[in-house]
């Protein structure tokens, strides 16, 4: 139970709302990143393996695939929490589905190559991706 001062004049007041106030501003603090975006039918192992087999460590920097230190495109590495894919595309997972399917329709002289990636495998891919953290 939470003993207040008898008095608003009283000296305790200031320190007791300074308390609250610094209990209420820490609160908020050291917060998880909200979730990635789950991707309907997906598997993300299944995606890591496709991940492997495309090869696109050859461009990318890829936590647990081996070998995956390519430093053309940029790392993947807690790419669900991640606004935009390739700069300008909202991360969600259709659009990230899409990109991995045909990047060249999504954002045409784009860098990233159309390696032919079925819809189906996309979106296992897009599984594994926002699977990091």
């Excluded at 007041?13 to 789950?38: E, M, Q, Y």
């Excluded at 496709?50 to 647990?64: G, S």
């Excluded at 045909?102 to 045409?108: I, V």
Aim: aromatic share 6%; glycine share 10%.
């Amino acid at each position: 139970m939470l003993l207040l001062p008898h008095s608003p004049t009283s000296r305790c007041w200031p320190r007791l709302l300074g308390a609250l106030l610094c209990t209420l501003v820490l609160a908020g603090c050291g917060k998880d990143k909200p979730a990635a975006p789950a991707v309907a039918g997906g598997d993300p192992k299944q995606g890591q393996h496709l991940i492997a087999q495309y090869q696109c460590a050859a461009c990318h920097q890829i936590p647990e695939v081996p070998g995956a230190h390519g430093n053309a495109g940029p790392p993947l590495d807690a790419f669900g929490h991640n606004s935009y894919i390739a700069g300008g595309i909202p991360n969600t997972p259709r659009n990230l589905i899409r990109w991995l399917d045909n990047p060249q329709a999504m954002k045409p002289g784009t860098l990233m190559p159309d390696v032919g990636v079925s819809p189906e495998e996309a979106r296992h891919m897009a599984a594994y991706l926002y699977s990091l953290e």
